[in-house]
């Protein structure tokens, strides 16, 4: 009897939180068991000679943790020595589509525009925007900015960045080195 007074107590909302909370705890133990399926595929991946079966591994890894970013890292280390940079943009727009905010990813696809012969600074331009506007702080972000700029010809937000990308050298010289060698070179210096 004590037993029914109870679950009349809980009613129907509390049923409701309990199936919920069971639903979440069920759905949260199948994402820790597809991140680590998808794990063992990359470290798979990682030892494998055969690059074309890697390659495949890694593809399923991403598909079965899209969030797990290892997966596209050593995709687009791939296809990036192979110089597929229109393979190293869909691996990192791939990763966006599930991590809005991954820093890395956008200045991955700006580096794989600028990597193509000629560069595509036009294309490179809107994904370091955004890397910067996800972090406004990073030197990378704030000098590539600068760098496009310049090969577009817009000498003074180029040289609005690359003064940034100058200030903040103390976390890294070699940024603001190169910022100030950008500089000189556009005669903003």
Same mark, same amino acid.
């Given at each position: 009897m004590r037993a029914r007074t109870k679950l009349a107590l809980v009613g129907p909302v509390g049923l409701l939180v309990a199936l919920l909370a069971t639903g979440v705890a069920a759905t949260a133990r199948a994402d820790e068991a597809n991140a680590a399926k998808a794990r063992s595929l990359v470290e798979a991946a990682i030892n494998m000679t055969d690059s074309q079966q890697a390659v495949k591994l890694l593809w399923q890894a991403s598909d079965i943790d899209p969030?797990?970013?290892?997966?596209?890292? /050593? +995709?687009?280390?791939? /296809?990036?020595?192979?110089? %597929?940079?229109? %393979? $190293?943009? @869909? $691996?990192?727009?791939?990763?966006?589509? /599930?991590?809005?905010? @991954? +820093?890395?990813?956008?200045?991955?696809?700006?580096e794989a525009y600028m990597s193509f012969t000629p560069p595509k600074a036009a294309d490179a331009l809107p994904y370091y925007q955004k890397a910067y506007q996800i972090d406004s702080t990073s030197a990378f972000a704030t000098l590539r900015l600068g760098e496009v700029y310049a090969q577009m010809g817009n000498r003074e937000q180029a040289a609005h960045y690359l003064n940034l990308a100058m200030t903040n050298g103390a976390k890294n010289p070699a940024v603001a080195a190169e910022a100030r060698k950008v500089l000189g070179d556009i005669g903003a210096m």
């Amino acid at each position: 009897m004590r037993a029914r007074t109870k679950l009349a107590l809980v009613g129907p909302v509390g049923l409701l939180v309990a199936l919920l909370a069971t639903g979440v705890a069920a759905t949260a133990r199948a994402d820790e068991a597809n991140a680590a399926k998808a794990r063992s595929l990359v470290e798979a991946a990682i030892n494998m000679t055969d690059s074309q079966q890697a390659v495949k591994l890694l593809w399923q890894a991403s598909d079965i943790d899209p969030t797990l970013e290892d997966p596209y890292v /050593y +995709l687009g280390l791939y /296809y990036n020595s192979r110089s %597929q940079f229109d %393979q $190293v943009v @869909s $691996v990192y727009k791939k990763l966006i589509k /599930y991590e809005p905010n @991954s +820093l890395s990813a956008y200045l991955n696809i700006g580096e794989a525009y600028m990597s193509f012969t000629p560069p595509k600074a036009a294309d490179a331009l809107p994904y370091y925007q955004k890397a910067y506007q996800i972090d406004s702080t990073s030197a990378f972000a704030t000098l590539r900015l600068g760098e496009v700029y310049a090969q577009m010809g817009n000498r003074e937000q180029a040289a609005h960045y690359l003064n940034l990308a100058m200030t903040n050298g103390a976390k890294n010289p070699a940024v603001a080195a190169e910022a100030r060698k950008v500089l000189g070179d556009i005669g903003a210096m």
